[in-house]
């Protein structure tokens, strides 16, 4: 348990209690599905970059954790290939996903495909944005905090998400967003000033760290760095980037958004790093999955520290928010009201959708309390994800051939299914504690390959269908 003072705890408590207030009041912004699921459509350029930018940065302890074992690799993996996928989704999907004027990925794969891959792809993106990863970091720090078990920890943070979401949907989401993006900025520039004023700058590093740690791969092979590379796609397929989007005035406001999003991310990772670093540097014995917290706690003064925490809540909690409603939206507007209940009022929508937001902390607090690793969950989820829908969505948007139903629906079951089974394979053959895959190939591979090939098979077949 860390040791803070009675201001630092102050400063935490008042966020929280803001954080109440903000859901309490907000319900009243609410008059329909489009207020509840895109605050109406009229998110302006600094409420939509707040709100990506917040949202993005939900597992800071995982990041702490790569940059205190590998340094400079942190940057790399969770970083510049991250900022590839946002260029490539500000000038070439934003556009047509605002345009849409939709509500959700399943939504598009319907447009694109039929209603059955809409049922699939609607599973997908269930588990793909399960705040379970952020509730984890929760229970973390809520237990070096307080001396909670995690589990504590963890159920008070879905409390106070869920009380807020339920209530005021994604106005509440925009609004927290915006508190919770000035604190998770202000906090995370707080570290690296004390650091080098306490131990140095460079040179210190330099003396305490291993020489991977300056080098862009470090220890990792090169496959490993790619299959994160692979994982940034998750961009392309998130269903909270996507949400924002459709909420933006229009088409402009979501591109320019993005762009200027990469500036405060950039900074972001550069400043959790560095943090890494200089935890491993100076700290080398304390456990590298709270590293992030505990370096901070050590080496910044009161008020500063409180300050600091809670910019780090703030940075989890404003995923776990955004992700209980997108987990929530999958169930009631992608399966039951598109796929069993067409005919529903948008009050039994609505109705449903809060209902989902339970269900979706309720399934990441079972998630939560399986894994040990957020760098685990976060591979896990991000590879079984990619692999069903990265190919059927680039294909949706740019191939100029209509593709079956069956065959999308197929390459999003095979490709999950496939690097799902590498996967277990590979858990079931470890050597010295790390996963065997047949061939040596990451499952991420697999699965991306065998989605792929179904869908080329169905683009030529439609084609040879066309000229007979």
């Keep these: 348990m860390l040791e803070l003072s009675f201001w630092d705890y102050s400063?935490?408590?008042l966020y929280f209690l803001l954080l109440v207030a903000v859901g309490y009041f907000t319900k009243r912004k609410v008059h329909g599905v489009t207020d509840y699921f895109l605050a109406g459509r009229r998110l302006t350029l600094p409420l939509f970059v707040v709100t990506l930018v917040s949202t993005w940065y939900g597992g800071i302890l995982g990041v702490?954790?790569?940059?205190?074992?590998?340094?400079?690799?942190?940057?790399?993996?969770?970083?510049?290939?991250?900022?590839?996928?946002?260029?490539?989704?500000?000038?070439?999907?934003?556009?047509?996903?605002?345009?849409?004027?939709?509500?959700?990925?399943?939504?598009?794969?319907?447009?694109?495909?039929?209603?059955?891959?809409?049922?699939?792809?609607?599973?997908?993106n269930f588990i793909m944005t399960t705040p379970a990863p952020y509730l984890l970091s929760l229970g973390i720090i809520f237990g070096l905090l307080f001396g909670w078990p995690v589990w504590a920890g963890i159920l008070l943070g879905a409390a106070v998400v869920l009380f807020y979401t339920v209530r005021g949907g994604f106005w509440a989401d925009v609004y927290t967003d915006f508190i919770q993006f000035?604190?998770?900025?202000?906090?995370?520039?707080?570290?690296?000033?004390?650091a080098i004023s306490k131990f140095g700058g460079l040179s210190f590093l330099q003396a305490n760290l291993p020489a991977e740690h300056f080098t862009l791969t470090g220890t990792w092979t090169t496959q490993m760095i790619l299959v994160w590379g692979f994982i940034a796609c998750w961009t392309l397929v998130d269903p909270s980037f996507y949400q924002r989007c459709y909420a933006?005035?229009?088409?402009?406001?979501?591109?320019?958004?993005?762009?200027?999003?990469?500036?405060f991310w950039m900074l972001f990772d550069i400043c959790t790093t560095f943090t890494g670093m200089y935890a491993r540097a100076a700290m080398p014995m304390i456990d590298p999955t709270t590293a992030y917290a505990v370096f901070p706690a050590a080496i910044l003064p009161v008020?500063?520290?409180?300050?600091?925490?809670?910019?780090?809540?703030?940075?989890i909690m404003s995923t776990v928010d955004s992700f209980a409603l997108s987990s929530a939206m999958n169930l009631s507007h992608d399966i039951y009201h598109k796929v069993?209940?067409?005919?529903?009022?948008?009050?039994?929508?609505?109705?449903?959708?809060?209902?989902?937001?339970?269900?979706?902390?309720?399934?990441?607090?079972?998630?939560?309390?399986?894994?040990?690793s957020l760098v685990a969950m976060w591979y896990t989820i991000g590879t079984i994800g990619v692999s069903a829908l990265l190919m059927p969505m680039l294909f949706g948007f740019f191939s100029k051939r209509k593709i079956s139903g069956h065959?999308?629906?197929?390459?999003?079951?095979?490709?999950?299914?496939?690097?799902?089974?590498?996967?277990?394979?590979?858990?079931q053959h470890l050597y010295e504690g790390w996963p065997t895959y047949i061939w040596g190939l990451e499952p991420l591979y697999s699965g991306i390959a065998v989605s792929l090939l179904i869908l080329i098979f169905a683009r030529i077949f439609n084609k040879q269908s066309n000229v007979v």
Excluded: C, H
């Design 407 to 427: 065959l999308a629906f197929a390459s999003m079951l095979l490709g999950a299914g496939t690097a799902s089974f590498w996967m277990w394979y590979g858990y």
């Design 340 to 372: 069993f209940r067409p005919q529903a009022s948008e009050e039994k929508v609505l109705s449903m959708t809060r209902w989902g937001v339970v269900v979706a902390v309720l399934f990441a607090l079972i998630l939560a309390l399986r894994f040990e």
């Design 182 to 194: 000035i604190l998770m900025m202000t906090g995370v520039a707080l570290v690296i000033p004390f």
């Design 303 to 315: 008020v500063v520290r409180g300050l600091f925490f809670t910019g780090m809540l703030a940075t």
């Design 11 to 13: 400063i935490i408590v």
């Design 248 to 263: 933006t005035t229009d088409s402009k406001t979501a591109k320019n958004g993005i762009l200027i999003s990469i500036l």
């Design 64 to 124: 702490g954790e790569l940059s205190f074992n590998y340094g400079f690799v942190n940057w790399l993996t969770q970083g510049f290939f991250w900022y590839l996928s946002y260029l490539f989704f500000a000038f070439f999907l934003a556009k047509r996903v605002r345009q849409s004027n939709l509500f959700t990925i399943p939504d598009l794969l319907e447009k694109f495909y039929d209603k059955k891959t809409r049922f699939l792809g609607a599973i997908f």
